[in-house]
């Protein structure tokens, strides 16, 4: 019943009206992100949805709506999705987004580092999804490397299959930078992002920089035409 429900919400736009994107957002929610570092990711997410330039972004092309899912992922079990896909067509949905990512409170702390499997998790949510969107894209957060579960780059053809993209924004300390072969960074540019246009981006450790990096990240994703190329720390 549940999930008639939601469909009928997804589906209950004007027939006019087409997703032209659907975009999971995956923060890090593993043991190696503290309380403070987990503020940041989720409170300057929320922040970024409240920014004008955001809701324009989301609101760019009329009779296209963006479907947005936020969800946190840790180990192997441990992915939840913050809430049901946020339909977002008028700018009072992009602010009811931030909204709940405001109420949301942290569910895990003491798992270790899945990608992999959080990129299987989040192809069921696509999966699932009763409308066909023209652009699906993660955005993934994370400080670690994986250590439970398969690996991510094991995912790339399923992905590739479905038409996904995977998009980064990798958290290092900022000793790795000079450690190119064993950096969070570089695990994550060349064994993570995957798909048309996919990028990373850098956020040092403690990443105050954070809800920026998050904002100028939704800017790209959300625009029309994707630019395309990674992105270099």
């Known amino acids: 019943m549940k999930a008639a429900i939601i469909a009928l919400c997804l ?19 593993s043991s190696s992100v503290n ?17 004008p330039d955001i809701i324009d972004a989301v609101l760019a092309i009329p009779d296209q709506y963006v479907l ?24 009072a949905d992009v602010v009811a987004l931030a909204d709940r990512l405001d109420a949301h409170t942290r ?40 250590n439970d579960g398969p690996d991510a780059i094991d995912q ?3 992905l590739a299959a479905r038409g996904i993209t995977v998009n980064a924004l990798a958290i290092v300390e900022p000793t790795q930078i000079d450690h190119a072969d064993q950096d969070v960074a570089t695990h994550y540019r060349n064994e993570v992002i995957t798909g048309p246009g996919a990028f990373m981006l850098v956020a040092r450790i403690g990443f105050e920089d954070y809800p920026e990096l998050i904002r100028g990240k ?16």
Not at 70 to 89: D, H, T, V
Not at 123 to 134: E, G, H, I, R, T
């Open 11 to 29: 589906a209950a736009a004007p027939a006019s009206a087409s997703c032209r994107l659907a975009l999971a957002l995956g923060m890090d929610i």
């Open 35 to 51: 309380a403070a570092e987990y503020e940041l990711q989720l409170r300057g997410m929320a922040r970024a949805f409240r920014e």
């Open 68 to 91: 947005v899912l936020p969800y946190e992922w840790s180990g192997r079990l441990q992915q939840e999705a913050i809430g049901e896909w946020a339909r977002l067509e008028t700018a």
């Open 107 to 146: 569910r895990y702390e003491n798992f270790s580092t899945g990608i992999g499997q959080s990129l299987i998790w989040v192809q069921q949510q696509f999966d699932a999804l009763p409308v066909s969107c023209d652009r699906l894209v993660v955005d993934l957060s994370g400080d670690g490397i994986t």
């Open 156 to 158: 790339w053809p399923d």
């Open 218 to 233: 939704l800017l790209r994703e959300l625009a029309p035409q994707m630019l395309i190329g990674a992105v270099e720390p």
